[in-house]
């Protein structure tokens, strides 16, 4: 199996403070992690790529400053949205990359969903 | 940069109807083509991966083509149910990346 788990599933927090949500591949080894941001009736748009031990890669137009991602080990990768604002009230999705028949596959954790009041 | 498209946006068939889904995209330099469901506040489960040098793949009653030249998929879900009612999303793989349509939203009549 190749299962993802998101944590919290959602979250409810005020203007200005930080949230962080976890990305854990539970039966395998993900080297890159991506984080994705959904909103109503939109598709996924890729945020950043995160490799273990090294730095994240942004898509153009995210900030890197208010959205952290961290990615210590091989299982686990977090993002943290710091100054949160309503805009920032979203799906968050993430997905952990592993090598299946001969190419690597994106297995996608549930979601979290986060509202900022 | 790769766009993806996917029309209808949205779908509403009796029970039994067999669905067309389609997707396409402008960039034909693509590794692979997936199309997954997602059901309202859920995140995506995997229904189908067509590597480039496929044509199509199946699984039970889904049935999904691939033509890279014309940058276009087609997934088929014959004898349709209420419980294929969801939004079917249509992704593209190029380099490590998934470029990601809007989504089919497919409301199955009982």
């Known amino acids: 199996g190749a299962v993802v788990s998101q944590h919290p599933s959602w979250v409810i927090c005020k203007s200005g403070t930080s949230v962080k949500i976890e990305c854990r591949s539970l039966d395998f080894q993900a080297t890159t992690m991506f984080w994705y941001r959904q909103f109503p009736k939109q598709s996924l748009m890729l945020m950043a790529t995160s490799n273990e031990g090294s730095k994240a890669t942004y898509e153009q137009g995210v900030e890197k400053d208010k959205f952290l991602i961290n990615h210590a080990s091989l299982t686990l990768s977090t993002l943290t949205v710091t100054s949160a604002h309503p805009e920032d009230s979203s799906f968050y999705i993430c997905s952990a990359s592993k090598l299946a028949g001969g190419w690597y596959e994106q297995y996608f954790g549930p979601g979290t969903r986060l509202t900022v009041t | 940069k790769q766009e993806v498209t996917q029309i209808p946006a949205a779908l509403s068939v009796p029970e039994g109807e067999n669905l067309v889904l389609n997707c396409s995209f402008t960039?034909?330099?693509?590794?692979?083509l997936q199309w997954f469901r997602q059901d309202p506040g859920k995140g995506l489960t995997s229904l189908l991966l067509i590597q480039s040098s496929q044509r199509e793949q199946t699984s039970g009653r889904l049935n999904a083509s691939l033509d890279k030249s014309s940058g276009r998929s087609t997934l088929y879900i014959a004898a349709s149910q209420p419980g294929d009612s969801a939004t079917y999303l249509c992704a593209v793989s190029g380099d490590y990346k998934l470029s990601f349509g809007a989504g089919t939203t497919v409301t199955v009549r009982a």
């Open positions: 960039d034909s330099a693509i590794y692979n």
